[in-house]
């Protein structure tokens, strides 16, 4: 059975048509119209004719910039407002994590898959119908009767979210050729993520005190409606040309895997010795290696696994992982440590971590100046460095610790999650085949929330290990910093190992 399809790259060799991250400051590909594999999609065209479809490089990037905000606005808005949520819709004190936790499902669940599909049938129709299918969520969110209905509107939340992460950083990087401009392009992306995080927290806490929760998701529903009327209207179609067979293996036993295991994670933070925890991560462990399983051994992977031959790759998946595992973990319960050690509210917490989210989208617009003085791997490192530092900085909060003791940390920090979204971007579109670049961002996003999960749960298990808020707020600060520390050093042995295969002589032909 053949593992190298039309388009795929040789195995035992970097995929093709990756751009190695490291081999100059850049860390671009020389600069080239758009990809062959990568082609507008016309209707059926005369044998041997391409009509050439124009793309509009601007109204792409901000489509694209706008949706991705909005995913994110939409995950963290009920950040501020979970008790008063969980209690009007009676969902107790475990329903707090779910509001929460079955948004990540959903994301977890289907961002490769549908970077896979971005590729191999339209980036424009999955970024579009995902655009849709948020609105819809979000409404259903907002008229929900009760509990039940509100975590399905969640989920399905995050499947939409999906739909748009993934090939958001296709359609942009379709309308941008390998150079400086791409380099622009995806720091701008980034800086859409931070956004988003910044407003989402704020957003839902002012709405929810003047116009209460449903009027938060209503918001949202209207946004992502205007979203996609303007994405229907300015984007141009484009997939790869060598589309791939459905692999149905792989999206299944992904799905079903990353499901148990958040699910897992997520009730483990009552007790990680129950019986019910223990099934649902031994279930999502399993059904995980069975992917991998799967993904070797069918002609048409979804997930290429010879792509983590390339360092590049290895890099993007690691740094996003311990991203999501170090920052957005620790960060995302930020708001609920700072409630119960410094007594402030959800609106004044929001305030204050917007401090953080808001520098991350100043670095990542400037991040573009760093191409030339390092690679995207070194980005990454030194965002993850600066992070670790940051937060570090954090440490000691007591119940008399005005906020202002926060800001250097969170200053640091905010830089340092700038550069990390702006050179992650970077990297899931560089270190794939061009015709892959939905994928590589599926990829890349995937690694990022389920790292979150992973995150959230050690920050809320260290967080309770003591009675005292502010020992525990300690212990969960030293560990997301020091993963932050591990993360970096584990992204720089990436670079010394695309270094040592470049010096590796060339035997002579004889």
Same mark, same amino acid.
């Given at each position: ?10 195995? %035992? ?9 490291? =081999? ?7 600069? #080239? ?11 059926? @065209?005369?044998?041997?004719? @391409? ?33 008063? #949520? ?8 475990? %329903? ?9 499902? &959903? ?20 970024? #579009?119908?995902?655009? /849709? ?6 409404? /259903? ?17 995050? $499947?939409? =979210? ?24 995806? +720091? ?25 929760? !449903?009027?938060?998701? &209503? +918001? ?29 293996? +792989? ?23 129950? #019986? ?110 600066? =992070?670790?530092? +940051? ?13 202002? !003791? ?9 830089? &340092?999650? &700038? ?28 690694? @990022?929330?389920?790292?979150? $999960? ?13 009675? =005292? ?20 050093? /584990? ?7 695309? @270094? ?11």
């Amino acid at each position: 059975m053949s593992r190298a399809p039309s388009g795929s790259a040789p195995s %035992g060799s970097a995929p093709s048509g990756c751009a190695a991250p490291d =081999s100059g400051p850049s860390g671009s590909a020389p600069s #080239t119209a758009v990809p062959a594999d990568s082609v507008p999609a016309t209707p059926r @065209r005369a044998a041997g004719a @391409r009509a050439a479809v124009p793309v509009r490089t601007r109204a792409t990037l901000l489509t694209a910039c706008l949706a991705t905000a909005l995913v994110t606005i939409a995950y963290t808005a009920p950040t501020s407002s979970l008790a008063a #949520t969980a209690d009007v819709l009676h969902l107790g004190a475990g %329903g707090r994590t779910w509001i929460l936790t079955s948004t990540l499902i &959903g994301l977890a669940a289907l961002l490769l898959t549908a970077g896979s599909a971005a590729d191999d049938h339209g980036r424009k129709r999955v970024f #579009t119908s995902g655009v /849709l299918l948020l609105s819809v969520a979000a409404a /259903l969110g907002a008229l929900a009767p009760g509990g039940g209905v509100y975590l399905a509107s969640r989920v399905l939340l995050g $499947a939409a =979210s999906a739909a748009i992460l993934a090939p958001a950083l296709g359609l942009v990087s379709h309308a941008h050729p390998p150079g400086p401009g791409r380099i622009r392009a995806l +720091g701008t992306w980034g800086a859409a993520v931070g956004l988003g995080i910044a407003l989402g927290p704020v957003y839902g806490a002012l709405v929810q005190q003047t116009a209460g929760w !449903r009027a938060v998701n &209503g +918001g949202i529903a209207v946004a992502a409606a205007a979203v996609a009327v303007a994405a229907t209207a300015v984007l141009t179609e484009s997939r790869a040309g060598h589309p791939r067979a459905l692999d149905p293996y +792989g999206v299944l036993t992904l799905a079903a895997g990353t499901s148990f295991l958040i699910a897992g994670l997520a009730q483990g933070r009552t007790g990680w010795g129950r #019986t019910p925890v223990l099934v649902l991560l031994a279930l999502g462990a399993l059904l995980l290696a069975l992917f991998l399983v799967a993904e070797s051994l069918v002609a048409e992977p979804m997930l290429d696994l010879a792509l983590f031959r390339n360092p590049g790759f290895v890099a993007a998946t690691g740094g996003a992982l311990f991203t999501g595992l170090a920052v957005v973990g620790f960060m995302s319960y930020l708001p609920s440590l700072l409630g119960s050690v410094l007594g402030l509210s959800g609106l004044a917490a929001a305030e204050v971590l917007a401090l953080w989210s808001g520098l991350s989208v100043v670095a990542a617009l400037q991040a573009r100046r760093l191409a030339d003085r390092m690679s995207a791997t070194t980005q990454v490192a030194t965002g993850l460095l600066l =992070s670790g530092l +940051g937060q570090a900085g954090l440490y000691g909060l007591t119940p008399g610790t005005p906020w202002e !003791r926060l800001a250097p940390g969170l200053v640091v920090a905010g830089i &340092g999650s &700038g550069i990390l979204n702006a050179a992650l971007a970077r990297l899931a579109v560089s270190s794939v085949p061009p015709h892959r670049a939905a994928m590589g961002s599926g990829a890349n996003n995937t690694a @990022r929330y389920l790292g979150s $999960a992973l995150g959230v749960a050690i920050t809320v298990a260290v967080a309770s290990s003591t009675s =005292s808020p502010p020992a525990g707020a300690d212990r969960a600060t030293l560990v997301a910093s020091f993963l932050c520390l591990l993360g970096a050093a /584990l992204t720089l042995t990436t670079r010394t190992r695309t @270094r040592t295969r470049t010096r590796r002589p060339v035997a002579p032909v004889a």
